[in-house]
C-alpha cells in the first residue's frame, strides 16, 4: 500500500479537505451565520471523515449535499453500522444473523453490502487502469495508487482477498480514527480558551501570508500549533487503543526496578501481548501532569517515532500523515472563521463540562461521547 501514500495524495486531501469544508458551511447554511449552535458535533466531524476517506481514499464522488436517496450514501449508513458492530461481529456465532430481529438483520445487510461495495471498488479500479473507463483513469485516490502499484507485481501481487482485506482496514481506519480524535481536539479547543487564542495567532499569521486567508497545502509545516492539538487530543483519547503483536523470537523488556517484575519481562515466541497506549500516554514519566491538554508538548517534536498514537516500529499507521493533513487543514479552515465554545449546563463550571463531556467510550475505536459546541464568527 506504501506508493499510495505520497507527497501528492497529502496535497490531493489538503485541497479536497478544504473544498469540503466551503461545501459543509454552504450546505449547512452557515456561511452568513454569526452564532451556530451545533448541536453534535461528532456528527459533522464524522460526516467529513467518510466524505474525505471516500474522494481521497476511494475516488468516490460524495457530496455533502448527498439526499437520504441518493445510493451513493448508502457507503456512509453501512460504515456506520460495521464501525459500530464490528467487535461484536466477532464474537457472536453466523448463524445468529439469521435470527428474525431487525437489528442483527441490517448488521448482516451492512457486511454483505460492503463486501459487495469493496468488490465493485476493485472491479471499477482495474477496469479504469486497463483503459476500459477513460473518464475515472485521471483519479488520485489512495484505492487507485494501490491497485496500481499492486499490478504487475508478479507473486508479490495481492490476491483478491488481500485487496478486499485491505480496503476494509483503508475505510475503517480511515474514518472513525480521525473523526474521534477531530472530536476531543474541538472539546478541548473549546475548554482551553487561550490554547484556541494561540492558535488562532498562529492561523492568522500563516495564511495572512497568502494576502488572504485562502489556505494551502506548503502551509502544513508551519502550523505546528494547530498540528499539536491534533497530536494532544489523540494523546489523551488515543483512536487506537492498543497495539497488538505476535512474538516470533524471544524479546526481553527492560521495565522498572519498583514495578515488581524484577527489572525485566521476557517474552517467548508464541505471546501475543497488547501494548496499552492509554496507559502509556497517561504515564506522568512520560507525559507530566498527562490529565493537562497541553499541545505544546508536541511542539519540536519532529521524530515521527515518538507520536505513540499512530504506533512505531516497521508496522506504524500507514495513514499518518493523510490523518495529519486532513486534520490541520479541517481545523485551520474551521478556527480561521469560528470561535469554539462549550455549551455549558445551567450553574455547571467547566471543569464539570470536562468531567461530563470529556468522557472515553470505547467501541472500535476509542473517543469522546457526543457533545454540542456554539461557533460565533470571528
Ligand atoms: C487520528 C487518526 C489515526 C490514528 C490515531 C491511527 C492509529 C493507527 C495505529 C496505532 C495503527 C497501528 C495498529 C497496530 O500496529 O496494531 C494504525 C494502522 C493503520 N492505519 Fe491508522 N490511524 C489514524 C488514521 C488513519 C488514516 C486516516 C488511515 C488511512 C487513510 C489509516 C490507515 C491505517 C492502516 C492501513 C493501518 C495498518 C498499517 C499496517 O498494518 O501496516 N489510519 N493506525
Redesign the pocket.
Known amino acids: 500500500?506504501n506508493p499510495a501514500?505520497s507527497p501528492e495524495t497529502y496535497a490531493f486531501v489538503w485541497d479536497e479537505t478544504t473544498n469540503l469544508y466551503q461545501e459543509m458551511m454552504e450546505a449547512e447554511g452557515w456561511v452568513k451565520g454569526n452564532d451556530v449552535m451545533v448541536s453534535a458535533i461528532n456528527k459533522i466531524t464524522s460526516k467529513f471523515?467518510l466524505i474525505v476517506?471516500g474522494r481521497?481514499?476511494f475516488g468516490e464522488p460524495m457530496s455533502w449535499n448527498t439526499t437520504a436517496n441518493d445510493s451513493r450514501m448508502t457507503l456512509s449508513e453501512t460504515l456506520s453500522i460495521v464501525s459500530e458492530t464490528a467487535v461484536a461481529r466477532l464474537l457472536i456465532p453466523r448463524w445468529v444473523y439469521r435470527l428474525p430481529i431487525r437489528r442483527l438483520l441490517d448488521i448482516e445487510t451492512a457486511f454483505t453490502s460492503l463486501d459487495e461495495r469493496i468488490k465493485f471498488l476493485i472491479n471499477a479500479r482495474r477496469a479504469e487502469l486497463e483503459g476500459k473507463d477513460r473518464i475515472g483513469s485521471e483519479r488520485k485516490d489512495?484505492f487507485r495508487l494501490m491497485i496500481h502499484a499492486n499490478e504487475g507485481q508478479g507473486t508479490l501481487s495481492m490476491t483478491d482477498e488481500e485487496l478486499a482485506g485491505?480496503t476494509y482496514?483503508?475505510l475503517i481506519?480511515?474514518?472513525e480514527?480521525?473523526a474521534?480524535?477531530?472530536d476531543a481536539t474541538i472539546g478541548f479547543l473549546a475548554l482551553y480558551e487561550d490554547v484556541q487564542e494561540e492558535v488562532y495567532n498562529e492561523i492568522r499569521a500563516v495564511l495572512s501570508d497568502h494576502g488572504k486567508l485562502a489556505s494551502h497545502f506548503d502551509d502544513l509545516p508551519r502550523l505546528v500549533a494547530v498540528q499539536s492539538c491534533?497530536l494532544e487530543a489523540?494523546r489523551l483519547f488515543?483512536?487506537?487503543m492498543?497495539?497488538?503483536?505476535g512474538v516470533t523470537e524471544t524479546v526481553v523488556l527492560k521495565t522498572d526496578e519498583e514495578d515488581g517484575h524484577g527489572g525485566q519481562v521476557v517474552l517467548e515466541p508464541g505471546v501475543t501481548f497488547s501494548v496499552d497506549?492509554v496507559g502509556l500516554h497517561y504515564n506522568p514519566k512520560y507525559f507530566p501532569d498527562p490529565e493537562e491538554f497541553r499541545p505544546s508538548r508536541w511542539y519540536g517534536v519532529t521524530s515521527e517515532n515518538d507520536m505513540?498514537?499512530?504506533?512505531f516500529?516497521p508496522?506504524?499507521?500507514?495513514?499518518?500523515k493523510?490523518?495529519?493533513t486532513?486534520?490541520v487543514a479541517f481545523l485551520s479552515n474551521l478556527l480561521r472563521d469560528w470561535q469554539l465554545q462549550v455549551v455549558l449546563n445551567p450553574g455547571e463550571t467547566k471543569a464539570q463540562w470536562r468531567a461530563r463531556v470529556m468522557k472515553g467510550y470505547a467501541g472500535l475505536?476509542l473517543g469522546v461521547g457526543e457533545f454540542p459546541v456554539r461557533l460565533t464568527r470571528r
Open positions: 500500500m501514500f471523515a476517506i481521497c481514499g489512495v485491505n482496514l483503508l481506519a480511515g474514518h480514527t480521525s474521534k480524535t477531530l491534533f489523540s488515543p483512536a487506537a492498543t497495539i497488538t503483536r497506549l505513540t498514537t499512530f504506533s516500529g508496522r506504524p499507521c500507514i495513514g499518518r493523510f490523518a495529519l486532513e486534520a475505536t
